[in-house]
């Protein structure tokens, strides 16, 4: 199973709405998770099984999709969600990671 | 607190070995399936292999399989990597990951709980 992100970079102002992309070479039902991950640090787990909040999580971050199309959105920019957000599938043996949206500051 | 550890990194020749630790602590660590995932510098991240509770399911990626070795020491609440015949290309930083459910045999989930990372640099 090949995942396709997009877009690749997202330039955008704290206050607005990011809308990022995954898709899936093949279905994958809802077994999809996000990541977040900054500079230096180990990426955090932000949504599982598509459209759950990880524990902690802020409710500004939500998930949707099934199948092979998938969207992860914030629903308002805080200074500290500019990083770069992976999407993982969980539906074989292999954990793949799509390769990444950046989301940086106009 | 869940805490993972990573530790065993460092450079090495290509055609060389190095054997990666992962530590757990804060949890039962013989109920989860742990998780090894690594990122090349400036690069993306990439799931390299996985390992059930009992060790009865082991998978690897493909760009690993037959020199990379996972196994686990539930005594020791440990994981480990032994990487045999590096590439420079297998230069990254390795991290482990703990599944977000306890084990009951399915494929690696969510990976809610990471280290820090060990920086492996394959280089003549």
């Known amino acids: 199973i090949v995942l396709t992100q997009s877009p690749v970079t997202l330039s955008l102002s704290p206050g607005e709405r990011a809308t990022l992309s995954c898709r899936a070479s093949?279905?994958?039902?809802?077994?999809l998770a996000w990541y977040q991950q900054k500079p230096g640090q180990a990426p955090r787990l932000l949504i599982y099984?598509?459209?759950n909040r990880a524990t902690g999580i802020p409710a500004r971050f939500s998930g949707s999709g099934s199948g092979t199309d998938f969207t992860l959105t914030i629903s308002s920019l805080e200074p500290e969600d500019f990083a770069v957000y992976y999407c993982q599938q969980c539906s074989n043996w292999r954990g793949t990671f799509g390769p990444g949206t950046r989301v940086d500051i106009k | 607190e869940v805490y993972l550890e990573e530790s065993g990194g460092g450079l090495v020749k290509p055609g060389g070995s190095l054997r990666l630790s992962c530590a757990a602590s804060?949890?039962?660590?013989?109920?989860?399936?742990m998780n090894w995932v690594r990122q090349a510098p400036g690069k993306g991240l990439e799931w390299v292999s996985s390992i059930s509770r009992t060790s009865s399911y082991i998978n690897y990626a493909d760009s690993v399989k037959g020199r990379f070795t996972i196994s686990r020491d539930n005594a020791k609440d440990s994981v480990y990597l032994q990487m045999n015949s590096l590439r420079a290309e297998d230069t990254a930083v390795y991290y482990c990951?703990?599944?977000?459910?306890?084990?009951?045999?399915?494929?690696?989930?969510?990976?809610?709980?990471w280290g820090q990372g060990t920086l492996v640099t394959v280089s003549s």
């Open positions: 990951a703990r599944d977000l459910v306890p084990d009951t045999g399915g494929f690696p989930y969510s990976f809610d709980s």
């Open positions: 099984d598509a459209s």
């Open positions: 804060g949890f039962t660590f013989n109920n989860y399936r």
């Open positions: 093949q279905s994958v039902s809802t077994c």
